[in-house]
């Protein structure tokens, strides 16, 4: 581990840029909440924009992870030991490990952080697809990791287990491999027999972050958590999992990690203390036991899934399999000329990735947040835009 | 097969985690008690509660949650900056200020720099500083508060930081500010001081050094706040820290993107213009101060003046006393892994919660 480069480098700048463009985007973001729930129609405004660029859930969060934190509201002036305690019990049981096999992040993005602090450095590797969620990569680069990106295959833009593979095979020293299932933003998944397979037969020095952050939206039965890698006692993986997504949280930053306890414990000297704060807590653990929520969010996004599929069938418009709260599909221009056309309209969509062009992923929020959408799509596509 | 977790660096590997208050509901486990019977003063949260105005925020907030916060904290980096006159390129928000420490740690050491720090000083700066493979150099304490002369003396070539907690936790002891001022003026300008001030809220005023004037003559001074304390926000996770804007910049491009939460934000604004609850919790403290150090000059217990929101004391036996304690439900805090392991740190709590810890430990030492 050399630190020096995580301070000095020119490489720090440069991904320290990367967070902060990312960062300035929630700032300006303003919130449209009161006007994006129910059914109602939803008409987009300068002053409620339609944020369909973040790949939040616009549901809000479950009703009992409300009630629950407004209960536990004049707590809040205690340090969060006990909700942690607790939440990390539900998540033991829920995940079928004990409590020194989870580990609790401020945001899955802490957690997969800690594991590059804990494995990256010179010397060694960070194997990514490309493009996917770079925070591993940004992490990584300044600690002077060699990043190896390896493009999604050419037609599928499936992740290319294969070639990573290779790209471990020909690294001496250590490789950490980041994984992003089902993948961002292409929404697609990687089989769990393909997973299983390399993480199974891996050597030693090769260690795996598998991000499930869109783990609880997959129906597809070619879909497994790795998780199960874990129950199974291996020791070459952290599964990064979050309650930014389907569970409606991201304002509230948690996330979790389960591994092996010898790798949680290690990751642990990376994570600041008391780094989960007492709403969130409360929040994640009741939300876990709220099935109906879940239930409910599916449905709504399998709901606005079908209205927007409809729509890019209609206006013949390419798109991928979506496994996740988004959907990645063709427009007919410049990815970032299609997402400033939209902009004028008042709905943010997608951001910028890389090899894309001619791409945008697109956050799937309520039915009538995504017939607003479909609405301004058809518009755009009458003046030649879309 | 080599372990993984075999190829952390040795100063990873030698780190012994930090240790927290007791939570109330696993002692009410351990011990069969009550939840609600059970007394904690083992962390030195603020025993008033949520400020007021915060409470309201908090609730005004809970609608937006599902949207990822502000990275740039942007109002409550406005608040704080009018709030203390500094300018928000200034302002750097944290995790709760441990966050601020370890930022610090990660943005300003590496392997082969040193640390200078006091024995028996906050316990996170030596775990932070052994997180980075950076040395510690533990200069001992005086009258178990910092020596100023003594680590000023102790600054070596690679010495990148110097800690200073004031008051100190976990001994409650104050640097005047004319020590301070004397100690910031003969520091090398290479070598970053910070002054974490996480229970200043709680001096009067005379003894309160002018650490905004300092900033401004001193660019190598990180001042780190919390909310924790005296603002009554510890289980929502907001700390600040004070700096030039170049060492602020440079510690931004460190942190977590989205590392302080929506609500703490919210809260962190209104509790800052609460002024009526911070000055309720300073008289409160007061009191309490001398409930607690008056019972303990009764039973002849040693302490150690405290300018904090909370005492130590020396007790021959310290942990058969905590186990007593524990056993009657009161939470305090042993200090074995500070090597004070003839003392113990109490809280300072409202004045029934005091009452029934003074109550406790006066049928213990019967
Ligand atoms: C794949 C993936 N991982 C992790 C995250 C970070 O989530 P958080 O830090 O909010 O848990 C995101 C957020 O967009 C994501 O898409
Ligand atoms: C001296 C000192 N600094 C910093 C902290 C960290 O507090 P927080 O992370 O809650 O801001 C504490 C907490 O006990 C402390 O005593």
């Known amino acids: 581990m050399d630190r020096r480069t995580l301070l000095k480098s020119s490489g720090l700048f440069m991904g320290a840029l990367g967070l902060s463009t990312l960062a300035s985007r929630a700032a300006i973001a303003a919130p449209a909440q009161a006007a994006t729930q129910g059914s109602a129609v939803f008409i987009p405004s300068a002053k409620t924009p339609l944020l369909l660029n973040f790949n939040e859930n616009s549901l809000g969060m479950s009703p009992k992870a409300q009630a629950a934190i407004i209960n536990e509201l004049p707590a809040a002036f205690r340090y969060p030991d006990d909700a942690r305690a607790a939440l990390i019990s539900t998540l033991a049981k829920g995940n079928g490990l004990s409590d020194k096999q989870i580990t609790l992040g401020n945001g899955s993005s802490e957690v997969i952080q800690m594991a590059i602090h804990a494995y990256c450095g010179k010397g060694t590797q960070l194997v990514c697809p490309d493009p996917t969620f770079n925070y591993a990569e940004l992490y990584a680069e300044p600690m002077g990791t060699t990043i190896t990106k390896v493009k999604l295959q050419k037609d599928t833009l499936a992740i290319d287990l294969k070639a990573m593979r290779a790209a471990t095979e020909?690294?001496?020293?250590?490789?950490?491999?980041?994984?992003?299932?089902?993948?961002?933003?292409?929404?697609?998944?990687?089989?769990?027999?393909?997973?299983?397979?390399?993480?199974?037969?891996?050597?030693?020095?090769?260690?795996?972050?598998?991000?499930?952050?869109?783990?609880?939206?997959?129906?597809?039965?070619?879909?497994?958590?790795?998780?199960?890698?874990?129950?199974?006692?291996?020791?070459?993986?952290?599964?990064?999992?979050?309650?930014?997504?389907?569970?409606?949280?991201?304002?509230?930053?948690?996330?979790?990690?389960?591994?092996?306890?010898?790798?949680?414990?290690?990751?642990?000297?990376?994570?600041?203390?008391?780094?989960?704060?007492?709403?969130?807590?409360?929040?994640?653990?009741?939300?876990?036991?709220?099935?109906?929520?879940?239930r409910q969010s599916l449905s709504t996004t399998a709901q606005s899934r079908k209205i927007v599929t409809q729509a890019l069938d209609e206006l013949k418009l390419a798109y991928l399999p979506s496994h996740a709260n988004f959907i990645f599909h063709r427009v007919n221009s410049s990815s970032a000329a299609y997402r400033e056309n939209m902009k004028k309209l008042h709905i943010m969509v997608g951001r910028p990735f890389d090899h894309t062009d001619g791409w945008n992923r697109l956050t799937l929020g309520t039915p009538a947040e995504m017939q607003a959408f479909v609405k301004a799509l058809k518009t755009l596509r009458q003046q030649n835009l879309a | 097969m080599m372990n993984l977790a075999e190829r952390a660096p040795d100063y990873i590997r030698a780190i012994a985690p930090y240790q927290a208050g007791k939570p109330i509901s696993e002692l009410a486990r351990e011990m069969g008690l009550d939840e609600a019977a059970i007394v904690k003063l083992a962390s030195n949260e603020n025993p008033l509660g949520l400020p007021p105005k915060a409470r309201a925020a908090l609730e005004a907030a809970l609608s937006d949650l599902a949207r990822y916060p502000d990275g740039n904290g942007f109002a409550l980096k406005a608040a704080i900056a009018e709030r203390f006159a500094v300018t928000q390129d200034q302002v750097l928000l944290g995790n709760g200020s441990n966050d601020i420490l370890e930022l610090v740690a990660r943005t300003f050491l590496r392997p082969g720099d040193s640390v200078v720090f006091s024995e028996y000083a906050f316990a996170v700066y030596p775990l932070v500083t052994q997180a980075t493979g950076a040395r510690a150099i533990e200069v001992k304490a005086r009258d178990y508060g910092h020596d100023l002369d003594a680590m000023l003396a102790a600054i070596e070539p690679s010495t990148r930081l110097v800690f200073i907690a004031n008051p100190n936790n976990p001994t409650g002891t104050l640097i005047k500010p004319g020590a301070l001022l004397e100690f910031l003026e003969a520091v090398p300008e290479d070598v970053l001081v910070v002054l974490d001030e996480a229970y200043t809220e709680y001096l009067a005023p005379e003894l309160r050094a002018d650490v905004i004037g300092f900033l401004a003559r001193f660019p190598n001074l990180l001042v780190s706040r919390t909310f924790s304390k005296a603002y009554g926000l510890a289980g929502l996770r907001v700390g600040f820290a004070l700096a030039s804007a170049a060492i602020v910049g440079m510690i931004n491009r460190v942190r977590q993107p989205f590392n302080v939460n929506s609500l703490a934000q919210a809260a962190a604004v209104a509790a800052l213009d609460d002024a009526d609850f911070l000055a309720r919790a300073v008289a409160l403290n007061r009191q309490g101060m001398a409930q607690l150090t008056e019972a303990l000059a009764r039973l002849d217990l040693p302490y150690i003046p405290s300018f904090a929101n909370f005492v130590t004391f020396h007790v021959g036996d310290a942990a058969a006393l905590n186990s007593y304690f524990l056993r009657h439900g009161v939470i305090v805090r042993p200090l074995a892994?500070?090597?004070?392991?003839?003392?113990?740190?109490?809280?300072?709590?409202?004045?029934?919660?005091?009452?029934?810890?003074?109550?406790?430990l006066e049928a213990a030492l019967r």
Not at chain 1, 197 to 217: G, L
Not at chain 1, 273 to 288: E, K
Not at chain 2, 339 to 358: C, D, H, P, W, Y
């Open chain 2, 337 to 360: 892994s500070y090597n004070m392991k003839n003392s113990l740190r109490v809280s300072i709590g409202l004045e029934e919660e005091n009452a029934r810890f003074i109550e406790v």
């Open chain 1, 170 to 294: 020909k690294f001496a020293g250590v490789s950490v491999v980041y994984l992003c299932n089902p993948n961002n933003p292409t929404a697609t998944i990687t089989p769990a027999a393909d997973i299983e397979a390399w993480i199974n037969s891996a050597p030693e020095r090769v260690f795996f972050i598998v991000d499930e952050a869109y783990h609880e939206y997959v129906t597809d039965p070619r879909y497994a958590s790795a998780a199960r890698l874990v129950q199974a006692g291996k020791k070459n993986l952290i599964v990064a999992r979050t309650f930014s997504k389907i569970y409606a949280l991201a304002g509230l930053r948690i996330g979790y990690g389960l591994a092996a306890p010898e790798i949680i414990a290690r990751l642990d000297t990376w994570a600041s203390i008391d780094n989960t704060n007492l709403p969130a807590a409360i929040a994640a653990n009741a939300s876990l036991q709220d099935t109906a929520f879940i």
